[in-house]
């Protein structure tokens, strides 16, 4: 059973970090999903890079629903997700790691739910703390460890993409408590949150939003922190694995009594 997933995002495009790789098509009542699986520490762990390995999907057309399904037929219980951000706020600078526990949606056109009524029927999924406080927690000691410039805790702001926000979107977002601005965290998070499964997001700060940056934004510019950033994510996501609690605590998994459904 592979209980824990990588979704890479911008950037972090390969499962590096694993060894004995090898790939599974998976298919989904949503399509198929390329999966890599590997081994760390003598668990099996599985990778999807969200935007596809040569980034050629954009944020508004990835299957967000076949990439969670996928993970969740192959039993895996915990997500940990990386995230190109630009942030909103001028403590938060390029190059530090923050772990979001609220979003703001801000997306127009995605299939947002597993539930569309019919025969999965129609549920109304909470979505009170989205991000696992325990994934959080784990990655948070391993950011401690490895003494990393790192926050537990900020909003992410997800909008619609693929272009960059207007300063006036981003000043408006920020009146509303914004802290990061991204494209994929939704519904990513949301649809993992249905089907039980614990999911972290790991922002890593690209950037000053736009109106807040002095210049115009350039997806190079996301591109080149990120070149600098990717090692030392791939180091906090495996270093946290020995923090996850084998006997989860958080509420995540408790969605199912609502959903039912059989995991
Ligand atoms: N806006 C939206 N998405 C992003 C940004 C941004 O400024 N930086 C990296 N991803």
């Given amino acids: 059973m592979i209980k824990l997933a990588i979704i890479g995002g911008t950037g972090v495009y390969d499962p590096k970090m694993l060894d004995d790789i090898r790939t599974t098509v998976q298919s989904t009542p949503y399509g198929e999903v390329t999966v890599t699986i590997g081994n760390y520490a003598g668990e099996e762990i599985a990778f999807i890079p969200r935007h596809g390995s040569l980034h050629s999907v954009p944020p508004h057309l990835i299957n967000y629903r076949a990439n969670i399904m996928a993970l969740n037929i192959l039993g895996v219980k915990s997500i940990l997700a990386t995230a190109a951000v630009g942030s909103l706020n001028l403590d938060l600078k390029p190059g530090m790691f923050i772990l979001a526990d609220q979003f703001l949606d801000f997306t127009k056109t995605r299939r947002s739910t597993f539930y569309e009524g019919g025969a ?144």
């Fill in 120 to 263: 999965e029927g129609v549920i109304h999924c909470d979505m009170t703390v989205p991000y696992c406080k325990e994934l959080r927690q784990a990655l948070t000691k391993a950011g401690e460890d490895l003494g990393y410039s790192m926050q537990n805790g900020g909003t992410y702001v997800c909008t619609e993409g693929p272009r960059f926000e207007t300063a006036a979107e981003i000043s408006m977002f920020k009146q509303l408590g914004g802290d990061l601005v991204g494209m994929t965290s939704v519904p990513e998070v949301c649809l993992a949150r249905e089907l039980g499964i614990c999911y972290a997001n790991i922002s890593i700060i690209t950037n000053h939003a736009a109106g807040i940056s002095p210049h115009i934004l350039t997806h190079s510019e996301v591109l080149q922190v990120m070149k600098d950033s990717t090692c030392d994510v791939r180091q906090l996501m495996m270093d946290s694995i020995k923090y996850i609690p084998e006997d989860k605590k958080c509420d995540c998994a408790q969605i199912l009594n609502e959903t039912g459904v059989n995991k």
